[in-house]
């Protein structure tokens, strides 16, 4: 998030529109999973893709992740990235 809040990473297009369409999505380690598999390979091999492959593990590990505040600087980052989404 420090990243993006200082303009050290700036997504591109693909990123924006991958964390849009999570933003609307029930979180669990299948739904990131799809997620990922369904963006192109720049972004899932990219920065918020290893963000997101983390959140998965996690989620895989402990399935009320999605729930509690495991995941909530990766939901604070998503959410960041919706706001500045421009379809």
Known sequence: MQDYQTRTWLPTAHE???ANGL????WSEHSLRAALR??????????LGGVLN???Q???QTPAAATDDTLLHV???VDALTSAYLP
């Open 54 to 56: 983390l959140a998965v």
């Open 38 to 47: 369904g963006a192109p390979s720049a972004v899932a091999d990219g920065r």
């Open 16 to 18: 924006l529109g991958l």
């Open 58 to 60: 996690a989620l895989s």
């Open 75 to 77: 939901r604070v980052l």
């Open 23 to 26: 933003a609307r999505t029930h």
